[in-house]
Nanobody, 131 residues
Framework: DVQLQASGGGLVQAGGSLRLSCVTSGFHFDAYAIAWFRQAPGQEREGVSCISNDDGNKLYADSVRGRFTISTDSAKKTVYLQMNSLKPEDTAVYYC????????????????????????WGQGTLVTVSS
């Protein structure tokens, strides 16, 4: 079975840092794309960052580019999201997602849209940034 286990969330002051981890199992890690999404109360789930493990391509939402960094440890089948310079608007539940057919992110008119396709989700981890 495909499993994704996200962890690392917590409470941090604005300007601080957190590192999220997504430990995966049950699929060929090096052939999948792994993404981080987030969802704040009352808002749609949005993509934060994605990495295609087959070619190393990385995508970032405009709101986090330059502050967040996605990385992987293939031996541990784990994806990380290093979050620096956190802002109160980064407060959300963060989820990791795995897809066998690439990130599936399409940038149009200032935002990413997400294509349909097989995808697997982990449970979320809550990040709260206080002002």
């Amino acid at each position: 079975d495909v499993q994704l286990q996200a962890s690392g969330g917590g409470l941090v002051q604005a300007g601080g840092s957190l590192r999220l981890s997504c430990v995966t199992s049950g699929f060929h890690f090096d052939a999948y794309a792994i993404a981080w999404f987030r969802q704040a109360p009352g808002q749609e789930r949005e993509g934060v960052s994605c990495i295609s493990n087959d070619d190393g391509n990385k995508l970032y939402a405009d709101s986090v580019r330059g502050r967040f960094t996605i990385s992987t440890d293939s031996a541990k089948k784990t994806v990380y999201l290093q979050m620096n310079s956190l802002k109160p608007e980064d407060t959300a539940v963060y989820y990791c997602q795995a897809r066998p057919d690439g990130c599936g992110w399409v940038y149009y008119s200032g935002r990413f849209y997400y294509t349909e396709g097989a995808q697997y989700w982990g449970q979320g981890t809550l990040v709260t940034v206080s002002s």
